[in-house]
């Protein structure tokens, strides 16, 4: 049913569990501390939910492949 509402909507299918993933991401990759990002979610292990639903952002890899490329050029 979900899915048959967001295609009359027009608009792209998300799961829920996939927008937690970005939630949870967006959370850490802007300054949330750890400890309160697992807590928000709900779990007692940080590595859990770092492990499984804190991705790193694009631009935070693209920052870090500059300064790499910065330390290795000079």
Known sequence: ???R???EA????VRLYD???ACLSWMSNNGVPDT????W???SDLSFTKRVYVHPDPQSLKAVSDKLGELLSG
């Open 10 to 13: 027009g608009v792209r299918k």
């Open 5 to 7: 509402l967001m295609a």
């Open 19 to 21: 927008a937690r993933h």
């Open 36 to 39: 309160v990002v697992s807590a």
């Open 41 to 43: 979610a709900g779990h």
């Open 1 to 3: 049913m979900t899915t």
